[in-house]
Structure formats: C-alpha cells, structure tokens
C-alpha cells in the first residue's frame, strides 16, 4: 500500500553535482519525494532522507503542490544571478509514475517553463514511464531544447521482473520512446543502469531513438558502487547465475555493440 501526501516544498531547484552527466546541467527538478516504483537497485534508497523514514522506499510519495509556482520564482532568481538554467528532471524519483496521471504536477512544470522558455537552456526528462506520451504537445514546443530520456536498463523482462517489478514493462517503454521519437521530439535510451541484456539490445533502440546513453553501478550510484554494495543487489545476479555481468567493465562489450548502431554513446562511467 502506497501513502500518498500532499506537501508545500520550500525549494524546487536544486543546484547540480558538477560531476552529472558530464556537468551539463546547472539544476535538478524533483516533482515528487519517493517513488512507487520502487527499484531494488534505486541509489535513493541509501540517501538520508530515504533510509531514516519508516516507510520503504517504494511505499510512499510526497507530492510538491506548490512546484509549478516555486519554479517560476526561481527560474528568475537564477537568472538574476547569471545562472545558466539547465535542468534534469528527475534524479530522484519519476516525474511520471502513476500519481502523475491524477496531479498533472509535472505536467504544470513543464507549462512554467514554457512560460519563461527563453530563460531556459536545456531540459532532460528522465523517466521509465509510458505516461509520458501525454505531454508530447509540450514537448515539442521546448523544440531542441528538451530531449526525453526513457530508461531501458535491459531488454530482458525476466530480468526487468527482478530488478523492478512494479515498474513498466520493457515493451510498453519501447513503444513509448518510439511514439515519442516519430513525433519529432528528440529522445534517448538510458540503459542505466545496465542490467543483463541480450544481443539484440543494440538493434532494439535504434528502432526507437537516434541517441543512447550506458551506465552501470559503479559509477552510477553516486559512490562508485559502495551503495549498489550495501543494497547487496550482487544476490540478484547470483540468483540469475548472471553474476559475470556485474564485473565492472561488463559494460563495456554492451558500448561495442552499440557504438555499431549509433556511432556515438554517451557512456557515463568515461566522463
């Protein structure tokens, strides 16, 4: 049982890791606190905020209702300062999960933006979430501005069922990338982080985005891997007797196959 909240935040922005995604962006932008998704491998679940609370990570969502007005003030603020304004959304939780049907909260981010779009540099949605077909109509009015991250961290539902139960399935997610891809928006697929995948993995993306990014958990937790650690999310590939793919540098004969399809990759762990 999820317990849903409704909160006032007194920030919305968040000033970035200098280190994140290569230091392109300048803020992150967390709609919601938790996740009902509940990834067993989700870097959130070791941060403060979520380790001291009674609930499990996966069983509750704080819902911002004041963020579409927070963001218009400090959007400004930011550039009063001469603050470049670019933002990643979200770091910590899905802007999409399945209480974002009912809120429209990322939905009214987005509008905010739009209202102030010359003030803003860049936008990457990160998601894993179909649900976000639904705002393809401002996607495309951020034009280059924006690109849609759908996160694909293995093409095997097997593994998927695993690692993330509660999240969608990869299908669903592939059809949104494509949906989202066709209509003009530019996208990518994160395969971050990597999880066990097949040999087709490559092929399977180009058929639905012109960008990919590749990540594992030894760079993508944020602590080079001692999260991932303490999570002991190595049970679960011993429990799959697919324990070779979490060797770090694994990633790498994934990066082989997809530099065949893409040329380039953005590849987290080579920042």
Known sequence: MVEFKEITSRTILTLANGSMDGSRFTFTLNPYV???FGCKYCYVREMPAAKYREAEWGEYVDIKTNAAQLLEKEIQKARKKGTSVSIFMSTAT??????????????SLLEAMLSQKNEIDYLMIHTRSPLAKRDIDLFLEFEQKIIVSMTIETDLEKVRKVFTPSAPPIPARLATLREITEAGVPTRAS???ML???????????GVTN???????FMGDGS?????ERMN????YEQL???QWFERGAYKKVLVLLKEEFGEVDVFNEI
């Open 34 to 36: 938790g996740c009902v």
């Open 233 to 236: 999310i190595k049970k679960l």
């Open 191 to 193: 395969i971050s982080p």
């Open 224 to 228: 080079r891997g001692r999260r991932t």
């Open 196 to 206: 066990p995948l097949s040999k087709h993995i490559a092929r399977t993306l180009r």
């Open 94 to 107: 899905d802007p999409y999960q399945g209480v974002e049907a009912k809120t429209g909260l990322t939905r």
């Open 211 to 217: 960008h990919v990014a590749l990540d594992d958990f």
């Open 241 to 243: 007797n697919l324990l």
